[in-house]
């Protein structure tokens, strides 16, 4: 499947830094709950698409890894809630499906996972 057929909202982080800087049309983030989720969304996106053994996933795991880090020991930012993402919930869809299925999702519809 072609990317955006998966992936309804995509994120970039170029797109994030955008927003930061008010260049987007949606302005800024309203408040950092919503750079948190978009951010997130980022990770999600990646791990949703790309195979688990694709240097995109690799890049997005690495990344992911220093997301949470720097997100849950941060004094403040971390009282508003960790970052718990895992990539193996996140599986590549097949090339049948045309929706996001999350880890749980598959296994409730009985779907093999890659």
């Known amino acids: 499947p072609k990317y955006h057929q ?3 909202k995509p994120v970039d982080l170029g797109m994030i830094v955008r927003r930061l800087s008010g260049q ?3 302005g800024n983030f309203r408040n950092v709950v919503e750079f948190r989720e978009t951010v997130n969304l980022m990770f999600k ?3 949703s698409f790309y195979q688990p053994d694709s240097l ?3 890049a997005g795991e690495n990344l992911l890894e220093l997301w949470k880090l720097t997100w849950n020991n941060h ?3 971390g009282e508003l809630g960790s970052i718990d993402l895992d990539p193996d919930h996140y599986m590549p869809v097949d090339s049948n499906t045309t929706a996001m299925l999350t880890y749980e999702k598959r296994m409730d519809l009985g779907l093999r996972i890659k």
């Open 56 to 58: 995109e996933r690799r």
């Open 75 to 77: 004094p403040i930012l």
């Open 45 to 47: 996106n990646c791990f």
């Open 24 to 26: 987007t049309r949606e």
């Open 6 to 8: 998966i992936v309804k």
